[in-house]
Structure formats: C-alpha cells, structure tokens
C-alpha cells in the first residue's frame, strides 16, 4: 500500500518485483509505474483522486498548479489532516475486499497517513476478526502488517488534530511490525504507542543508495581548490509544508552579496509562482534556475557538478536525496533536526542551521563554498558512511530477510 508516484515508494518496491515475488501494489494516486507488477490497484483516500489543473504562464512560458500548488500547499496539508480521514472508512472496504481477493503473505504500507491508517483499519475489520470468508468458506487470512513512518509522519502530521492522533495510534496498535528510516522515528513511535516487543527496523525509507546510480566525481574531475571559480548549491527539495524555500530564497541575495557568481538550481521548482515571485522581488533571477521533477540519473549528475546541497526544513527523517547527495561528495547543509544528527556531525561531515533563519543559511553555505578541503574531507567521510550504512544492495538483503521472518511468524 503505497504512493505509486513516489520514486522512494518505487525504489523499494522495484528490488522486490525484480527478484520475481509476486507483487500486488494498492496506490492511493493514479500511476502507471514501469515494474512488473501482479496487480495494480488505485484505492484514493484523503482526495488523492483530486485530479491537478495546471495552467501555462505566459509571463513565463511554464506551467503553474492551480489547485494544489506551491502557494497552497500548507492549506492543502490542513485540509487533507481535517477532512481527509472521512474518506478512510469506503477506501478500507475497498482494500479489505481486495486483501481478501489476493491472500497476501504480507502487507506494507508505506506510510502512515494515510497509507498506514488505511491498511489498519482494514484489517481491522470486524469481518476479518476471525470470520469465515463467505465465498471460499474458509478462515479469512490475517496476514502480518507492516507499517513504515515516513520523515514527517509524526512531527507533522500525528499531533495536527485530535483525528490524525486517533488514526496514527490505532495503526501502530494494529501494525505488527514498524519500519522506520532513523532511530528518533522508532522512539516516537513507542512514545505513540507502539509495543515494544513488536519487531522494528531502522532502515533508510526509499531502500538505500544504487552505487552505480549515486557515487562520487572521477577524481580528474574535482575541483582544483587553487582555482577561483563559480560552484553550484542545489536545492532537491521542491515545494512541501515542510520545507523553508523562504529562508533559502532569503539567503541566496546574501551569498551573492559575498560570491556573485554562485548558481542557484531547484530541481522540482520548474513554474511554481512562489518561487519565481521570490525571484524577482529578491532580484537573483540571473543566479538561480528552476528545474521540473528530474530522473534519478540526471539527479546524479546535478549532485555531481555541485558543490553544496541544501535541506531547508523543519520537519524530516533521513531524506533519500540527502543521502543521494552525500554519496556524490556533495557538501550537505540542512535544517538542525536530531534525526539529521544520526548523519551529519556539524563541521566534519556538513553543516546543521536553524532552517527558519536565511542569515544562517547563508553563512553556511559561504563557509562550505570558502572552504574546499572542507568539502573534500566531508565528501570522504559521507562516501564511507553511505557505504556502511546505506548501500541499496545490504539495505534492501535486510529488508528482505525481514519480510521472511514476519512471514514465518
């Protein structure tokens, strides 16, 4: 049970289909994903079924949403907190229903809200607490659920209201197992509720980091620190109710103040008209490019060619595209989070700011541009740790060997 738009719903899914299990992917968005898959099923909860409208710009030759854009997108996330969860209980018959159609050996959903809270209340079911299936005749299958938290399920969304609360403790009560992508995850979630003697894993989210996807520039290709020259900061982040674009917009007049010829570039920001109104009032429209939604491979390449990558946000667990950047010795500056703590040590291995404070952000990244062997001895020190720590291949092994033994009980 997953977002199937998602590529770090996708990258883990994708290990799974490709070793040859049998498949069965329930997205609560439409999608059409490039795996091999049993089946797939599109079961919309909280108006996930909203279809987007976009418009072009003239103004600016783009496209801009107009119903869920980057200048609602904090609206959206309290509409779908308060009102959303009244879509649970039709979208969990559904789901039920299916359940009962495939017999899975396990169910995943990838997520909490609302992926999580509508798998729980699934099984949970009175139909399937110990009844006989009225077709086959036979015992209904209750098969082990398994319940991943995402970077924000609880610091954003579990104490909005006193619904999502509800919902957010009944899935850990019913899950029987939890994944979480850092330590802090797993902590709250027992704060939550969560049992205890239950089976955990603390794993990163999307799978891990594909070696021959992310890794570091050839060595003839890094940057000679004798050399003065102009270095690119990235910003992967797009546009989420989490992430500070305002601080990172601030900062970039301030960087510039002191290296004018810095360049800006924001994959996932391509005609989202807060950004390019940012730009303007700021005036860094020559400094900075919006990019649309990029491939994993072109993503690789971005972090490759620059030299800092920035994380502005207030809420995370272990972002993949951090742990992206980091395998391509890019420099990593994000939001003073504890579960970034698990990653970075500030001055060693990136830099840790107060994601609300644009003079802060700035400083940072100067002091990474200023620095080279800095970012050299930082660049090493992440290649090793994702290595040890995040390797898709040990990652993905240990996911499997966890799904076996939640199957065998």
């Known amino acids: 049970m997953a977002d199937g738009r998602s590529p770090i719903a996708m990258n883990w899914i994708r290990y799974f289909a490709e070793r040859g299990y049998e498949v069965h992917l329930a997205s609560t968005f439409a999608c059409e994903p490039t795996l091999q898959l049993a089946s797939l099923s599109f079961i919309p909860v909280a108006f996930s079924g909203v279809k987007v409208e976009r418009q072009a710009r003239p103004d600016h030759g783009r496209t801009s949403n107009l119903l869920w854009g980057a200048s609602s997108v904090r609206s959206r996330t309290i ?11 039709p979208a969990a018959r559904r789901l039920d229903a299916l359940i009962d159609e ?25 139909s399937r607490r110990g009844s006989v299936d009225p077709v086959a005749g036979n015992q209904r299958d209750h098969p082990p659920l398994l319940i991943s938290v995402w970077g924000n399920d609880f610091t954003l969304h579990a104490g ?14 019913r899950a029987d197992a939890l994944h979480t992508d850092c330590e802090r995850d797993l902590r709250i979630a027992r704060e939550w509720g969560f049992q205890a003697e239950k089976p955990a ?66 994959p996932g920001m391509a005609g989202e008209r807060k950004a390019l109104d940012w730009m303007q009032q700021l005036g860094i429209e020559d400094s900075v490019e919006l990019l649309p939604h990029l491939s994993r491979e072109k993503m690789a390449g971005l ?24 395998a391509c010795g890019c420099f990593p500056i994000a939001g003073d989070l504890e579960s970034l703590r698990e990653w970075i040590s500030p ?20 002091a990474a541009l200023e620095q080279p062997e800095l970012r050299a001895q930082a660049a090493g020190h992440n290649l090793k740790i994702i290595r040890e720590r995040a390797e898709y291949g040990w990652v993905m092994s240990s996911v499997e060997n966890f799904y076996r033994d939640l199957v065998n009980g």
């Open 347 to 366: 001055g060693v291995n990136g830099l840790l700011v107060d994601p609300g404070d644009p003079q802060e952000l700035a400083q940072a990244i100067l």
């Open 79 to 89: 509409v779908r907190q308060l009102f959303g969860l009244i879509t649970l209980p």
């Open 303 to 326: 972090f490759r060619q620059a030299a800092v990558t920035v994380s502005p946000t207030v809420h995370d667990g272990t972002p993949n595209t951090l742990l992206e950047a980091m």
């Open 201 to 266: 894993a603390v794993l990163p989210g999307g799978g891990g980091v594909q070696p021959d996807v992310f890794f570091p520039p050839a060595p003839e290709k890094r940057e000679d620190p004798s050399l003065p020259r102009h270095l690119t900061v990235i910003n992967p982040r797009g546009f989420r109710a989490y992430v500070r674009n305002d601080t990172f917009f601030r900062a970039i007049p301030l960087v510039l103040a002191n290296r004018p010829g810095t360049r800006f570039v924001c």
């Open 102 to 126: 495939i017999h899975p050996d396990l169910v995943h959903a990838m997520r909490i809200p609302y992926e999580g809270m509508l798998a729980a209340l699934a099984m949970n079911a009175p």
């Open 160 to 173: 909005s209201n006193p619904w999502m609360a509800h919902y957010t403790r009944q899935a850990l009560d």
